[in-house]
T-cell receptor, first 113, second 111 residues
């Protein structure tokens, strides 16, 4: 089946930029998503990018997509302690039907003072 | 605010005792999903309803069932919960194949 990989942990200092990376295997991907999950909570949609785009910016968030390498990244500028959470990358493609999201394992972001 | 609501937020049940988790939405989305998320893992899709059509994932155990009596509500029934079914259960909704929006989740504990 399709696969989505993320590094497990990232630690940054408050005020620095964070970059969370994701790689995927589905060549039929149409949309790619970033969700944030705080402890004991559901998944909050942060942003998404259509597969024919290579960049999307939304306030402190910048998403970069390299479709050739199947690599997605999320950059958080001026990282704050409130950004500490698990970040899931997810891709939606035609494999398995158009409704199926394949999630990565999640990256735990820790923001230190 | 339009949203996805899950009740209860925490559910304790006994081994083998049937339990039902509920999800409702005010987004008027036609697709509703149930995911299981175990500790430190990614959410795993159990099944989804596309309008009234039920779509089960191939590896979802028979112990898990779902009902969708109307557009707004969807239920997850666990017929005989085992210790391995303790997890966070997430409901999500979407309009057709568009972006999925998640509820806050129900954490299930099996004693």
């Amino acid at each position: 089946g399709e696969d989505v990989e993320q590094s497990l942990f990232l630690s940054v200092r408050e005020g620095d930029s964070s970059v969370i990376n994701c790689t995927y295997t589905d060549s039929s991907s149409t949309y790619l998503y970033w969700y944030k999950q705080e402890p004991g909570a559901g998944l909050q949609l942060l942003t998404y990018i259509f597969s024919n785009m290579d960049m999307k910016q939304d306030q402190r968030l910048t998403v970069l997509l390299n479709k050739k390498d199947k690599h997605l990244s999320l950059r958080i500028a001026d990282t704050q302690t409130g950004d500490s959470a698990i970040y899931f990358c997810a891709e939606k493609g035609l494999t398995g039907g158009g409704n199926k999201l394949t999630f990565g394992t999640g990256t735990q972001l820790k923001v230190e003072l | 605010d339009a949203m996805v609501i899950q009740n209860p937020r925490y559910q304790v049940t006994q081994f083998g005792k049937p339990v039902t988790l509920s999800c409702s939405q005010t987004l008027n989305h036609n697709v509703m999903y149930w995911y299981q998320q175990k500790s430190s893992q990614a959410p795993k899709l159990l099944f989804h309803y596309y309008d009234k059509d039920f779509n089960n994932e191939a590896d979802t155990p028979d112990n898990f069932q779902s009902r969708r009596p109307n557009t707004s509500f969807c239920f997850l029934d666990i017929r005989s919960p085992g210790l391995g079914d303790a997890a966070m259960y997430l409901c999500a909704t979407s309009r057709d194949e568009e972006t999925q929006y998640f509820g806050p989740g129900t954490r299930l504990l099996v004693l």
